[in-house]
């Protein structure tokens, strides 16, 4: 067995494809076999590597986007519309990464029609109340994601780079943003998110948004006080109601996604580092590899530790 220093029952799941593509903008090229790029690859697994450390999972989980549109893109027809295509050399290291995963053995959930979020969303609120989970952190670049933040929940979020790791917490939360994290629907409602390319309410930014939320709450109760609001925001806020609903169901992260969630699949032991071990060394990631090596000595298995 692995022994534990930490005994508190913790769950890691990792936004794949946004550490994917944060680990892409933060190294510089890379090349495997037949001069492939691999950069993406070798810095979500040298991510993977410092949040196992950091966070000592009991279970590991990968969440990805699905390929295609999702709900969202039939709700509103320019969601996501300006976003630029994503780099070929990126693109093509999606394949070999979702191969990386499957070799690696980890349980990766990726579901038609939703994204990322959605399925982290719904995998928090089913296991988070199971008896043996007493903490989730979920490890992402989206920052709508503190939405799902509460005393079980807490975001890692990359800093500068693929080393720094933010992490958030309600007291966090509110502490960056104004606003705790069950305010962040209605956050993102009234401010709207132009790297989603939804509207929101025009002329509102973070600081009215949160200023709103501290005295009226949420989206409804804003509506429902209009009245002794400024003329000008009055005028803002009932010329986008629409926008703003229209938003605030967009920027809502699902927790119902029909998934079934098995942790004695997930769990992260032994035979998960071993597999984990077989991928980089396909991939030819020596440091990685070494790293993997220095923290878990596979050949002399009562050394081994999880941090």
Known sequence: ?????????????????????????????????????????????????????????????????????????????????????????????????KKSLARANLVVFSKSGFEADDLIGTICQKIKKKKIVKKIVVVTGDKDLMQLVDKKVNLLVPGKGISQLNQYDPEKVEQVLGIKPSQVIDYKALMGDPSDNYPGVTGIGPKTAADLLQKYQNLAQVYNHCGELSENMRRKLKSDKKSAYLSRKLAEVKVDVPIKVNLKKAVFGKKMIEDIRGSLEEYNFRSLVKRLDREYNLEKETQMKLI
């Open 1 to 97: 067995m692995i022994a534990r220093k930490n005994k508190i029952g913790k769950v890691l799941i990792i936004d794949g494809h946004a550490i994917l593509h944060r680990a892409y903008h933060a190294l510089p090229f890379l090349s495997g076999r037949g001069g492939k790029p691999t950069n993406a690859i070798y810095g979500f697994y040298s991510m993977l590597l410092s949040v196992i450390k950091e966070a000592g999972p009991h279970w590991l989980i990968i969440c990805l986007d699905a390929p295609g549109p999702n709900f969202r893109h039939q709700q509103f027809v320019g969601y996501q519309a300006k976003r630029p295509p994503m780099e070929e050399s990126l693109a093509s290291q999606i394949r070999p990464f």
